[in-house]
């Protein structure tokens, strides 16, 4: 059985999540060289946290890595179906809307944290979150992204 890292859409993501991050802060995804197959693999059996959600009028998840996926408590198939909103308690969808709309204007922040919530209702603080704008090879929005690697369970 295919993994999910090797699907085609997958590869296509993780090297757009990966573009955009080096065009907005000129850092790589992971240091090294690897081929489109490579970076999928490699990304997403990473120990930091990487999610991208879609365009649509209420963001769709349609990226989490291994770790996300292990820190939501969901499937693949969970996580792929779900506005990217659902990810944050009810009383702190206002403060993310904040983020997102920062993020949207000046391309990227660092350094986000905020309570986010499992599909379990397990919270966990985010800390030093990089959050991006996913941009496409002729500069259209195409979404965004986050990565981090401390969180710490409430």
């Known amino acids: ?3 999910i890292w090797q699907q085609i859409s ?17 850092r790589a995804l992971l240091p090294g060289l690897f ?10 059996e990473a120990p930091f946290v990487l999610v991208s959600h ?8 349609n990226y989490g890595n291994a770790a996300a996926l292990a ?8 996580l792929t179906r779900t506005p990217s909103r659902l990810t944050a308690e009810a ?3 206002e403060e993310r809307a904040r983020l997102l709309a920062a993020v949207t204007a000046k391309g990227f ?23 991006w704008n996913l941009i496409d090879e002729r500069g259209a ?5 986050a990565m981090f690697s401390h969180w710490e369970f409430l």
């Open 1 to 3: 059985m295919e993994s």
């Open 10 to 26: 997958v590869i296509a993501q993780t090297q757009l999540i990966a573009r955009s991050l080096d065009h907005w802060t000129g």
């Open 35 to 44: 081929n489109p197959l490579g970076l999928a693999k490699n990304v997403f």
């Open 54 to 61: 879609g365009t649509e009028a209420d963001p769709v998840l």
């Open 71 to 78: 820190l939501w408590e969901m499937s693949w198939a969970e």
């Open 91 to 93: 009383p702190n969808r």
């Open 109 to 131: 922040i660092d350094d986000y944290s905020g309570v986010r919530v499992s599909k379990t209702g397990r919270r966990f603080r985010i800390e030093q979150a990089t959050v």
């Open 141 to 145: 929005y195409a979404g965004q992204a």
